[in-house]
């Protein structure tokens, strides 16, 4: 008699294994999407952000809006969330790639990327997964326009950072009595500088601004000495400058600036640099002066003082800006739409986000909503100035916390 | 637009065309005497400028004297990786040793990465906004201190080769390798030292360059390709082609930013590499090799 063991009793042939791995990865599959996801333990949240590459230092600081938001989202009585983080390494290619493993190792929302290209790769494989994506950092207006249902931007597209920033500078020209006749326009010639300069030449005419526009220079935003384009713009005669740069080019334009003993009546940039805690660092009292026309927080708000506390307390000497102000907001949305969804089912999560009503929160407007388009279309810009080391508001009027010093003090007179 | 102007940009692009030449003089002294590429040149250099940083904020030392130490530590550094590390690969193809040198740089990179991080780092001196006025000219001051430490290390250099018995050895390798075997010189040794001056020479420029711009890990790459475009207009394997080079790009560029648009201030320099490897190219004063 043949002893045979329990498992012989079941005779595996190549065909019936096929048939076998075959039904179980459809059960597999019908299972992943018939379970319902109720909310049991913290939503799994993907953080893509350019943690290395050329914006690794922009990227690094927007994690610290990630790092800040468990304790305050605790205090708020807001769910936990899991964070997975990623980086995006300053690439496109990899962005989207970080994304789809995001997604294939468990996240069930993304959040990201700080840069506009970044983010359109991400968007594209959210809405393929159907994973709710929310925009921290992108201006590209496209994004929010291509008819997407889980992309939401919680952050001002280039045309409306524009328009507020023409509007926050006729108010300040008003306030103070004092405006430039006459400004030159350098910009980098990198996809930011150059849609932004688009943005500009078809934005201006529509505003009755006291100057014009003399010269525009473009100029390498990785160039590593910019006097050629400092004399240019010096040669020009103009009151001011009109700026959009980055950080480094930001830096070397405000040293050849004083080299070239010129000391414009004002720096008003349209865009990162001229505010940054390095920028203010690297050049101590020939920081103070120049006015940034960016998307900011309300320091009236109390949500806002709590994240500036909590930020002092975490990184002392850090000063808040954009970069964790959105990041801290983005977060913020998946928490509350969790909360209000009690799924981590992705559908319900996005339905949930379309309903987003947060009134307490840190950025200038009413609060944080949705339009159709996943666009929160309602966020208004801030005025702010350098003074001192610190970052001071001084438009709109509503959310500012000092007044504005125009002209700026000349270089030579900074003791 | 006035004159002084156009005067102005022209001297800022000579001074900063000097410290591109200090830059390439290193990658030509290896080529012309090792026959190896240095296509980890630039990173080396940020390796340079992040100690000048680390030295001028725990010790206040100006980078223009610490030119000297830093060498020093570089030439320690060239002369290991030579006799270590590129030594086995002098024989092997020329594409085996580019990819060990691009590994090298990659690692350098990297290693930057994880130490220092992404941020851009600076040294502030006490003359770092100054200026001289000069007429209608307004002369950068650092500019004009690294310009003149640029010519006297490139004398220095040039004096070296020309009249040092080291030196001379040295140039006799570069001429005849076989002959310099045959009269019984140590040519792995000189090898050795050659790439130790080379990268001393890296050293220095790098400590000078960093009073002109700020050095971040990714600075490396951008800085080997315009130490290649500088030394292939001048002519590789020739100090004083590396510092015409180097003038001749600074130059341009300057110009070029003037007269049309600043952002296409790399395109002229690279039409220059154009036209010299059409017409001339060996380099301006580069041997022709039959």
Known sequence: MRRTSPLSCVRITRRSFA????????????????????????????????????QAGIGQDCQRGVELAPAMFKALGLPELAIMNADT??????????????????????????????????AQVAEQKGIPFVINIAAAPQITEQGYKFVFRNFPTAPMILSDAFANQMELFEATGAAPKSVVFMHANDTFGTSMQQGINAVFPRFNMPYKIVEQIAYDATARDLSVEVAKAKATGADALLMVSRLNDAILITRELVKQR?????????????????????????????????????????????????????????????????????????????????????????????????????????????????????????????????LLTVAPKAASNAKPELPMRPYDRRG | MAAEVYLNVAVSGLLTGLVYGLMAVGLSVIFGVVRVVNFAHG??????????????????????????????????LGYVMQAGLINPFITRPEYSQFMLLIAVAIIIVNVLLIVFGPDARN???????????????????????????????TAALFAFFRFAPLGKAIRACADNYTGALVVGLNVKRLYALTFGLGAACVGAAGSILVLLVDVTPALGPALTLLAFIIVITGGLGSMVGAVLGGLLIGFTEAMAGLFFTPSAKSMFSFGLLVLVLLFRPQGILGKRVL
């Open chain 1, 19 to 54: 048939a076998g791995a075959g039904a179980a990865g459809l059960l597999a599959a019908t299972g992943t999407a018939n379970v319902a996801r109720a909310q049991s333990g913290p939503l799994k949240v993907g953080v893509l952000l350019p943690r290395s590459g050329a």
């Open chain 1, 89 to 122: 390494e300053t690439n496109v290619e990899v962005a989207r790639a970080r994304a789809e493993k995001l997604i294939n190792d468990g996240a069930q929302l993304l959040v990201g990327a700080f840069d506009s290209g970044q983010s359109a790769a991400i």
């Open chain 1, 262 to 390: 010129w000391s414009p009546m004002i720096v008003l940039s349209m865009g990162p640099g001229w505010y940054e805690d390095q920028y203010l660092k690297t050049l101590g009292k020939l920081s103070d002066g120049p006015m940034s026309f960016v998307p900011w927080y309300d320091p009236n708000k109390t949500l806002a003082q709590q994240l500036e506390a909590a930020l002092a307390k975490a990184y002392p000497g850090i000063n808040m800006n954009t970069n964790h102000v959105f990041t801290f907001e983005a977060l913020l949305v998946a928490a509350d739409a969790y909360k209000r969804a009690r799924s981590s089912d992705p559908k319900a999560l996005a339905d949930a986000i379309r309903t987003t009503n947060i009134t307490d929160n840190v950025s200038i407007g009413p609060g944080i909503q949705f339009n159709d388009k996943g666009q929160d279309d309602k966020l208004k810009n801030a005025a702010i100035q350098n003074r001192g080391g610190k």
């Open chain 2, 43 to 76: 990173e080396m250099m940020t390796v340079a400028m992040y100690l000048a940083i680390a030295l001028f904020n725990s010790l206040g030392l100006d980078p223009l004297v610490m030119a000297v130490p830093v060498a020093g530590v570089l030439f320690a």
């Open chain 2, 123 to 153: 040294v502030q001196t006490s003359y770092a906004f100054d200026s001289f006025l000069l007429g209608p000219l307004i002369i950068d001051a650092t500019k004009v201190y690294a310009g003149g430490a640029t010519l006297v290390i």
